[in-house]
């Protein structure tokens, strides 16, 4: 049994505060009224409580009580106004508010947090996904993609490849600083999904140099120049292999099992749907001279000889009876980027680029970690503090819940974070 440290809010929000004060202002000190971190600091609580109006319901608190909510409980000096928040935001590069995703991971590992995530060898398994945060056919800035469609109209949108640490028995997922696919300035060719997923296993690498992961992906990734990098950063993987990507590979497995080669375990579940297993150690993955030799693995689930899912991975890591379950549930763990980060981010209240606009150099990157990052925070708070998750009990759903912490948070002055979760609920 661990003993788990607990994470206060005043701990994250201190952290955060480190980082934004290291970032370079170039700016004419004399001239400046509101700084780089306050700037910052209250962009990052606009995403955390989802509130688009929330300067101005705090400068409001400010004129009546000569204080305000961002100052005790975020620390913000000055509150700025809009249109100088997005001008700094946009001005300032982002590699400090990246640096904060590994500081909240580090502090997780050594609250003992993670012990509960560790998957087949102690290992972490890691998925990686790209995903689009922006698109739009009119505003766009010299860092967006460009695609053009078959009428000739161009369509501008920003995408990243996220990563983020899941385990199959836990809702929390535990998110990375994610890589930016980008174009730069002079380069013809576009940046692309795969290259930025090579980077950001050089990224994660950088910033977790002992961590034990296998990184989980789709089909995209399975590929032998993906293989090989993760090969290089000592990483394992669990990748989806369709039928489509892997022709010869595919070939060689059908033999096989013709032959008679191919393991398999099949078990009736109470429903009566039969789950089939099936695998096969040391297979080419393509027919290159030079080609990596992988796992292969299958699942399928039948109800009434009907197949009701099918899919296909392969594996760095020996296959036998005793771990092909897990390695099934770490290939299927997947589809929580998906469904925990992306569809939470964009469809329950994680959407407020749209209100602060694309900005000319960062602003669209920076609001995305800042909106990320809030994410992640609150996954934390869910994972490690006791109040608050007392707080979430009280109401029965996630929308309820955050609608009174904005309208109290509007409304009332609190010395503290503490003091604010209080208001909700007073242990007894
Ligand atoms: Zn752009």
């Not at 972490?124 to 505003?139: A, M, N, Q």
């Not at 090969?231 to 070939?251: F, G, N």
């Not at 099934?328 to 980060?341: A, C, D, L, P």
Request: charged residues 30%.
């Amino acid at each position: 049994m661990h003993i788990k440290k607990h994470l206060s809010f005043t701990a994250l929000r201190e952290e955060l505060s480190k980082q934004l004060l290291k970032m370079g202002d170039k700016r004419d000190q004399s001239k400046i009224k509101y700084s780089i971190h306050d700037c910052f600091m209250s962009g990052f609580a606009m995403m955390f409580f989802q509130d688009p109006s929330l300067l101005s319901f705090q400068e409001r608190m400010k004129e009546k009580y000569n204080r305000s909510n961002l100052e005790t409980v975020f620390k913000v000096k000055a509150i700025p106004k809009d249109s100088q928040l997005r001008e700094v935001i946009d001005d300032s590069d982002f590699d400090k508010i990246e640096e904060v995703f590994s500081k909240y991971f580090k502090a997780l590992q050594r609250g003992k947090h993670l012990e509960s995530y560790k998957f087949l060898g102690g290992k972490y398994l890691i998925t990686i996904d790209g995903s689009e945060y922006f698109s739009s056919e009119k505003i766009n800035c010299p860092g967006c993609l460009r695609k053009e469609s078959k009428r000739g109209n161009i369509r501008y949108y920003h995408e990243i490849v996220q990563a983020a640490l899941v385990h199959p028995d836990h809702r929390q997922v535990i998110v990375l600083a994610p890589e930016q696919v980008r174009n730069t300035d002079g380069s013809e060719k576009q940046d692309c999904e795969i290259n930025a997923g090579k980077r950001l296993l050089h990224k994660i690498r950088r910033y977790h140099p002992k961590l034990g992961i296998i990184i989980v992906a789709d089909s995209l990734y399975s590929k032998q120049s993906f293989i090989k990098e993760l090969k290089d950063e000592r990483m394992s993987y669990i990748l989806v292999a369709k039928p489509k990507d892997h022709k010869l590979m595919m070939e060689w497995v059908s033999e096989q099992k013709e032959m008679g080669n191919v393991s398999r375990i099949e078990h009736k579940d109470e429903k009566g749907r039969e789950h089939v297993y099936e695998w096969i150690n040391e297979v080419p993955l393509n027919g290159y001279k030079d080609t990596f030799w992988v796992n292969y693995f299958e699942y399928t689930i039948l109800s009434d000889n009907k197949i009701n899912y099918h899919n296909s991975w392969v594996t760095d890591i020996h296959i036998d009876r005793g771990n092909i379950k897990q390695l099934v549930r770490g290939g299927r763990s997947r589809w929580k980027i998906e469904n925990e980060t992306f569809n939470t981010l964009k469809n329950q209240g994680y959407h407020l680029e749209h209100n602060f606009g694309h900005g000319k150099k960062n602003l669209s990157i920076n609001f995305f970690l800042l909106n990320l990052l809030a994410f992640f925070m609150h996954q934390i708070l869910e994972l490690t503090d006791i109040l608050y998750k007392k707080c979430r009990a009280i109401f029965s759903s996630r929308k309820e819940y955050w609608n009174n912490l904005r309208t109290t948070f509007r409304t009332f002055l609190f010395e503290s974070w503490e003091d604010y979760l209080r208001f909700f609920y007073s242990p007894p």
